[in-house]
T-cell receptor
Framework: LAKTTQPISMDSYEGQEVNITCSHN???????ITWYQQFPSQGPRFIIQGYKTKVTNEVASLFIPADRKSSTLSLPRVSLSDTAVYYCLVAEGYGQNFVFGPGTRLSVLP | DAGVIQSPRHEVTEMGQEVTLRCKPI?????LFWYRQTMMRGLELLIYFNNNVPIDDSGMPEDRFSAKMPNASFSTLKIQPSEPRDSAVYFC????????????FGSGTRLTVV
């Protein structure tokens, strides 16, 4: 399983765009990159998944460079409710057993 | 769909007692995972089932822990005997086999062993 590295914490203000970068230097050819969000007292929630280039949904965008050794989760115009822990995971798409790292604790300030 | 359903939401038990946590995965999902979360160790994968068969239980901390999946709609995680260090939030998650949509987690069971 590819090891990932993310910043432990980040602070932002309401209305700003937040970019969280994850490093995964030993990503394998079959690996997908998936991001999860976890609020206190809840299970992690799927945000977005990608393999290469850019993926966008109603919640976030995921940017993956050509070498796929890193990825950036972009949250547009964050609000206080986006305060959570964000996890980057890298694993194959089939029957995968995801290993969660410590994640990035995002604090959105008023 | 009601999502992944776990019960109970909270469990307080005395050291030495048996604890059984329950999980109902999303219908049609063929993979089921049990995780444990603590402040110190974060999210740890305990065991993973595919089509009701345990595939990887290397994360189960010791013999006191056991997990079963008798059918596609039900799984249990049992701790016997329980110890204070087992106190944690236990999450169950399911995903479609071969799917690339990631996991869906349940709301978790907060276990306190006193």
């Amino acid at each position: 399983l590819a090891k990932t590295t993310q910043p432990i914490s980040m602070d932002s203000y309401e209305g700003q765009e937040v970019n969280i970068t994850c490093s995964h230097n030993n990503i394998a050819t079959n690996d997908y990159i998936t991001w999860y969000q976890q609020f206190p007292s809840q299970g992690p929630r799927f945000i977005i998944q990608g393999y290469k280039t850019k993926v966008t949904n109603e919640v976030a965008s995921l940017f993956i460079p050509a070498d796929r050794k890193s990825s950036t989760l972009s949250l547009p115009r964050v609000s206080l409710s986006d305060t959570a822990v964000y996890y980057c995971l890298v694993a194959e798409g089939y029957g995968q057993n995801f290993v969660f790292g410590p994640g990035t604790r995002l604090s959105v300030l008023p | 769909d009601a999502g992944v359903i776990q019960s109970p939401r909270h469990e307080v038990t005395e050291m030495g007692q048996e604890v059984t946590l329950r999980c109902k995965p999303i219908s049609g999902h063929n993979s089921l995972f049990w995780y444990r979360q603590t402040m110190m160790r974060g999210l740890e994968l305990l065991i993973y089932f595919n089509n009701n068969v345990p595939i990887d239980d290397s994360g189960m901390p010791e013999d006191r822990f056991s997990a079963k999946m008798p059918n596609a709609s039900f799984s249990t995680l049992k701790i016997q005997p329980s110890e204070p260090r087992d106190s944690a939030v236990y999450f169950c998650a399911s995903s479609p086999t071969g799917g690339t949509h990631g996991y869906t987690f349940g709301s978790g069971t907060r276990l306190t062993v006193v």
